[in-house]
């Protein structure tokens, strides 16, 4: 089954705009931890920002924030401002397990485009 | 501080030929993760590591890989004999793995293509 959905296959958005990037998850544990990466052309896999379970707050992280909703098991990542520089892969994903490493399982992912 | 390293970047085999990948972990990092992404399949984990010791290798595609871990600094991948369906680019990441620091950082990857 899959744990993490990423709906958009690509998403559009005007420079200087926010824009949304839609992710649900699936779990059992009470105990999760929730990561958003970016994949611009060159390759590279960038940490955004992070959600555990516990967090009251939403995370935020410069122009990165996330909307967490537990009870609906989704938390879509906003980028406010949008650059140029956005335009790249965004993949959403969960870290399993308490213990151990913890296993992490990643989203099929979002393209973004960001229009001048 | 220098990020995950991953040796080579790039290598391009014929099949049959064996291929080690190389991946050194940040200093003081407790785990560590090995990935293949392609356009077919995504982000896919291959096999991961805890204190050195493989966790979960359920992700490994068959026999012709092989992981290991001998000490906290240093891991491989190998694939003997490869194929050109393991053409694809591999990941190394590590975590400090522990709750609470078990974000993951990613090494630039090893693209490899076998023909």
């Known amino acids: 089954a899959q744990k993490i959905t990423q709906t958009q296959p690509g998403m559009f958005v005007q420079e200087k705009e926010a824009v949304t990037l839609d992710c649900t998850y699936d779990t059992s544990d009470q105990s999760y931890g929730l990561f958003w990466y970016k994949q611009p052309s060159s390759g590279e896999m960038i940490f955004l920002i992070y959600q555990g379970s516990y967090d009251e707050q939403n995370a935020t992280e410069g122009r990165y924030s996330l909307n967490f909703q537990k009870a609906r098991k989704s938390t879509n990542l906003v980028i406010s401002a949008s650059q140029l520089g956005d335009s790249a892969m965004y993949f959403c994903a969960m870290r399993e397990g308490n213990t151990g490493g913890f296993k992490t399982i990643f989203g099929a992912g979002t393209r973004l485009f960001v229009k001048a | 501080d220098a990020g995950v390293i991953q040796s080579p970047r790039h290598e391009v085999t014929e099949m049959g030929q064996e291929v080690t990948l190389r991946c050194k972990p940040i200093?003081?990092?407790?785990?560590l993760f090995w990935y293949r992404q392609t356009m077919m399949r995504g982000l896919e984990l291959l096999i991961y590591?805890?204190?050195?010791?493989?966790?979960?290798d359920s992700g490994m595609p068959e026999d012709r890989f092989s992981a290991k871990m001998p000490n906290a600094s240093f891991s491989t991948l190998k694939i003997q004999p490869s194929e050109p369906r393991d053409s694809a680019v591999y990941f190394c990441?590590?975590?400090?793995?522990?709750?609470?620091?078990?974000?993951?950082?990613f090494g630039p990857g090893t693209r490899l293509l076998v023909l």
């Open positions: 590591f805890n204190n050195n010791v493989p966790i979960d």
């Open positions: 990441a590590s975590s400090p793995g522990v709750l609470g620091g078990e974000t993951q950082y």
């Open positions: 200093s003081g990092h407790n785990s």
